[in-house]
């Protein structure tokens, strides 16, 4: 595998289910993501992780939860979710080169999640 | 906080012609620019970077971008434009501190055989 994998791919869920999203990346980075991307709207951050340690929460609602247990693993745990969660979601790595310059993030294919 | 306009949701040209995506930011300095593209049911492909260097930026599959500082602006362009290059355009700005990287709405762009 290279670059930035997503599993599952696709994943349909019902409110009451608990669910998790997983997300590996295979480039040596430091700097993990997860966006939010619905129709229309622009990318939504939601969580960053250097080093393991969550750097960014930017308001996101406790029914979703990240764990970065290492610097090449990613998830994001889903539980009591709405209909309106419906989007894709995409996970990002980066190197960080930590003077204060960012370099480029490299995205995985999305995760289409439906919420029913 | 930094913000992106991306004008025009939808561009259609013809297979040829010249590809212009529309990308304005909002910072009192210049930031890190980027263009990525998203092909259906993939995620985001890095096309280009502007990093303080060559205001004039080369990227993958015959795209270019020019930083412009006066007019904000970092608009990308194609000369001719390839069937294969229906996709969407997200143009994208950090900042020097912290690695938050701020997306515009993008542009759908259709190529017209």
């Known amino acids: 595998e290279t670059g930035v994998t997503q599993t599952p791919r696709h994943l349909v869920m019902g409110m009451t289910n608990k669910k998790s999203l997983k997300c590996e990346q295979h480039l040596g980075h430091n700097a993990m993501y997860w966006y939010k991307q619905s129709a229309k709207k622009p990318l939504e951050l939601m969580f960053v992780y250097n080093f393991k340690e969550q750097t960014e929460n930017n308001s996101v609602p406790s029914r979703f939860s990240p764990e970065c247990p290492n610097s090449s693993h990613l998830f994001l745990h889903l539980h009591t979710l709405q209909p309106e969660d419906s989007a894709l979601y995409l996970c990002a790595s980066s190197q960080d080169l930590g003077t204060g310059m960012t370099n480029e993030q490299f995205f995985g294919p999305g995760t289409r999640l439906t919420v029913l | 906080a930094q913000s992106v306009t991306q004008l025009g949701s939808h561009v259609s040209v013809s297979e040829g012609a010249l590809v212009l995506l529309r990308c304005n930011y909002s910072s009192s300095v210049p930031p890190y620019l980027f263009w990525y593209v998203q092909y259906p049911n993939q995620g985001l492909q890095l096309l280009l970077k502007?990093?303080?260097?060559?205001?004039l930026v080369k990227g993958i599959n015959g795209f270019e971008a020019e930083f412009k500082k006066s007019e904000t602006s970092f608009h990308l362009t194609k000369p001719s434009a390839h069937m294969s290059d229906a996709a969407e355009y997200f143009c994208?700005?950090?900042?020097?501190?912290?690695?938050?990287?701020?997306f515009g709405t993008g542009t759908s762009l259709t190529v017209i055989p």
């Open positions: 994208a700005v950090s900042e020097y501190t912290g690695n938050q990287f701020y």
């Open positions: 502007y990093t303080s260097a060559a205001t």
